[in-house]
Protein backbone atom coordinates (compact mmCIF):
# COMPACT_ATOMS: atom_id res chain seq x y z
CA UNK A 1 0.00 0.00 0.00
CA UNK A 2 1.21 3.56 -0.60
CA UNK A 3 0.06 6.76 1.20
CA UNK A 4 -1.47 9.17 -0.83
CA UNK A 5 -3.04 11.48 1.67
CA UNK A 6 -1.55 11.82 5.44
CA UNK A 7 -3.19 14.11 8.12
CA UNK A 8 -1.66 14.39 11.57
CA UNK A 9 -3.34 15.75 14.75
CA UNK A 10 -1.64 16.42 17.45
CA UNK A 11 -3.46 16.37 21.34
CA UNK A 12 -1.38 16.93 24.41
CA UNK A 13 -2.58 17.12 28.17
CA UNK A 14 -0.38 17.81 31.32
CA UNK A 15 1.99 15.02 30.37
CA UNK A 16 0.95 13.23 27.60
CA UNK A 17 0.91 14.44 24.12
CA UNK A 18 -0.66 11.22 21.36
CA UNK A 19 -0.31 12.45 17.69
CA UNK A 20 -2.99 10.73 15.26
CA UNK A 21 -2.00 10.02 11.42
CA UNK A 22 -5.23 9.66 9.53
CA UNK A 23 -3.93 8.30 5.50
CA UNK A 24 -5.09 7.95 2.60
CA UNK A 25 -3.51 4.56 1.10
CA UNK A 26 -3.64 3.12 -2.34
CA UNK A 27 -3.43 -0.39 -3.59
CA UNK A 28 -4.16 -3.01 -6.44
CA UNK A 29 -7.57 -5.20 -5.27
CA UNK A 30 -8.97 -7.93 -8.31
CA UNK A 31 -6.49 -5.69 -10.64
CA UNK A 32 -8.07 -2.51 -9.96
CA UNK A 33 -6.75 0.78 -8.04
CA UNK A 34 -8.11 0.88 -4.96
CA UNK A 35 -8.31 3.16 -2.08
CA UNK A 36 -8.27 2.64 1.89
CA UNK A 37 -7.41 4.05 5.60
CA UNK A 38 -5.18 3.86 7.66
CA UNK A 39 -5.26 5.53 11.53
CA UNK A 40 -2.49 5.44 13.64
CA UNK A 41 -1.66 7.00 17.27
CA UNK A 42 0.71 7.44 19.22
CA UNK A 43 0.98 8.37 22.98
CA UNK A 44 4.12 9.59 24.67
CA UNK A 45 5.19 10.54 27.69
CA UNK A 46 7.94 13.15 27.59
CA UNK A 47 9.89 12.04 24.97
CA UNK A 48 9.07 8.44 25.45
CA UNK A 49 6.44 6.57 23.03
CA UNK A 50 4.48 4.46 25.47
CA UNK A 51 1.67 3.07 23.23
CA UNK A 52 1.01 2.79 19.31
CA UNK A 53 -2.12 1.89 18.30
CA UNK A 54 -3.42 1.39 14.30
CA UNK A 55 -5.83 -0.43 12.60
CA UNK A 56 -6.82 0.08 8.79
CA UNK A 57 -9.15 -1.27 5.95
CA UNK A 58 -6.87 -1.52 3.33
CA UNK A 59 -9.69 -1.54 -0.12
CA UNK A 60 -12.84 0.57 0.22
CA UNK A 61 -13.58 1.77 -3.12
CA UNK A 62 -11.74 2.23 -6.31
CA UNK A 63 -14.02 5.67 -5.87
CA UNK A 64 -10.92 8.53 -4.57
CA UNK A 65 -13.31 11.02 -3.65
CA UNK A 66 -15.21 8.91 -1.43
CA UNK A 67 -11.95 8.09 0.93
CA UNK A 68 -10.99 11.71 0.75
CA UNK A 69 -14.41 12.23 1.95
CA UNK A 70 -14.24 10.09 5.09
CA UNK A 71 -10.57 10.71 6.30
CA UNK A 72 -12.29 14.27 6.69
CA UNK A 73 -14.79 12.80 8.65
CA UNK A 74 -12.63 10.85 10.80
CA UNK A 75 -10.05 13.74 11.13
CA UNK A 76 -12.61 16.61 11.97
CA UNK A 77 -14.04 14.15 14.72
CA UNK A 78 -10.79 12.90 16.37
CA UNK A 79 -11.54 9.65 15.54
CA UNK A 80 -9.02 6.81 16.98
CA UNK A 81 -7.85 3.96 15.32
CA UNK A 82 -9.97 2.07 17.99
CA UNK A 83 -12.91 3.12 16.71
CA UNK A 84 -12.00 3.00 12.79
CA UNK A 85 -14.52 0.11 11.62
CA UNK A 86 -17.25 1.12 14.16
CA UNK A 87 -17.54 5.27 12.45
CA UNK A 88 -17.45 3.78 8.57
CA UNK A 89 -18.12 0.35 8.85
CA UNK A 90 -21.60 1.42 6.84
CA UNK A 91 -20.16 3.13 4.56
CA UNK A 92 -17.30 0.47 3.42
CA UNK A 93 -20.37 -1.76 3.31
CA UNK A 94 -22.34 0.27 1.08
CA UNK A 95 -18.89 1.31 -1.30
CA UNK A 96 -17.87 -2.45 -2.10
CA UNK A 97 -20.04 -2.61 -4.97
CA UNK A 98 -18.54 0.34 -6.69
CA UNK A 99 -15.38 -2.46 -7.37
CA UNK A 100 -18.35 -4.73 -9.17
CA UNK A 101 -19.12 -1.19 -11.42
CA UNK A 102 -15.60 -1.00 -12.15
CA UNK A 103 -15.37 -4.50 -13.25
CA UNK A 104 -18.49 -4.14 -15.19
CA UNK A 105 -17.62 -0.69 -17.09
CA UNK A 106 -14.02 -2.87 -17.79
CA UNK A 107 -15.75 -5.63 -19.33
CA UNK A 108 -18.43 -3.70 -21.50
CA UNK A 109 -15.19 -1.67 -22.82
Request: hydrophobic residues 40%; proline residues 2%.
Given at each position: ????????????????????????????????????????R???????I?????????S????R?????????????????????????????????????????????
Open positions: MRVVKNLVRIMEDANRKSIYYYRVVKGIKMGIQAYGIEIEIDMEGEDINIERDSIDITPQYKVYDLINILYDNEVSPIHLVDIIGEYVDSYISDFDKTLNCIATN
